[in-house]
């Protein structure tokens, strides 16, 4: 069993702040995808990432997908209590693209 | 995604009972998933489909079934509910291009 582990699982910080959130594994992904969930909704997709060394920004958002495609980043910049949520990384594999999930980092940005 | 719809969002069941769960889309997707969510565990993926009746299992595939009749309906099926079944249940499809998966808004499910 594949598995995806997503650091830190809590994290309370001012807005204003800088965080990082990683998200780590022995295996090798085609691709890895960023979601972000708020309470009583689906996951919504931020990015995937698909190239080792890739990088993507969204806004205040950079996600970085590992050289070896086995591991990524979030970094978000500047914290707005409106970032407040889980945050989701999953790795992709195999034809059927079936996703392996980490377990999450809770954020909750603070005024 | 508003592609994807599921029904009902909430239900609550005794142990025991068939429960079936509804997973509709309009994007046209191949592939589609349902995982469920508990605390402690993130998503884990339950059974996909590759195309119409075509299905294959995931990882936590006991106790549940899946069919694919049509390529815009995929449903997942509670034989005999357990209270290790109480969960949150998405279902996602699979973008025909790329490896992003769109998930629906979740069926809560409460098994007593």
């Known amino acids: 069993t594949q598995l995806l582990e997503q650091s830190p699982q809590f994290l309370s910080i001012q807005e204003g702040e800088n965080l990082t959130v990683y998200c780590n594994s022995s295996s090798v992904f085609s691709s890895l995808q960023w979601y972000r969930q708020e309470p009583g909704e689906g996951p919504v997709l931020l990015v995937t990432v698909v190239t080792g060394g890739e990088v993507k920004k969204l806004k205040r958002l950079t996600f970085q997908f590992g050289d070896a495609r086995k591991d990524s980043s979030l970094h978000i910049t500047a914290a707005q209590p409106g970032d407040t949520g889980l945050y989701l990384c999953?790795?992709?594999?195999?034809?059927?693209?079936?996703?392996?999930f980490g377990t999450g980092t809770r954020l909750q940005v603070m005024l | 995604d508003a592609g994807i719809t599921q029904s009902p969002r909430h239900k609550v069941t005794e142990t025991g009972t068939p429960v079936t769960l509804r997973c509709h889309q309009t994007?046209?997707?191949?592939?589609m998933y349902w995982y469920r969510q508990d605390p402690g565990h993130g998503l884990r993926l339950i059974h996909y489909s590759y195309g119409v009746k075509d299905t294959d299992k995931g990882e936590v595939s006991d106790g549940y079934s899946v069919s694919r009749s049509k390529t815009e309906d995929f449903l997942l099926t509670l034989e005999s509910a357990t209270s290790s079944q109480t969960s949150v249940y998405f279902c996602a499809g699979k973008d025909r291009n790329t490896d992003t998966q769109y998930f629906g808004p979740g069926t809560r499910l409460t098994v007593l």
């Open positions: 994007e046209n997707h191949r592939y």
């Open positions: 999953a790795g992709s594999t195999g034809t059927a693209s079936k996703l392996t």
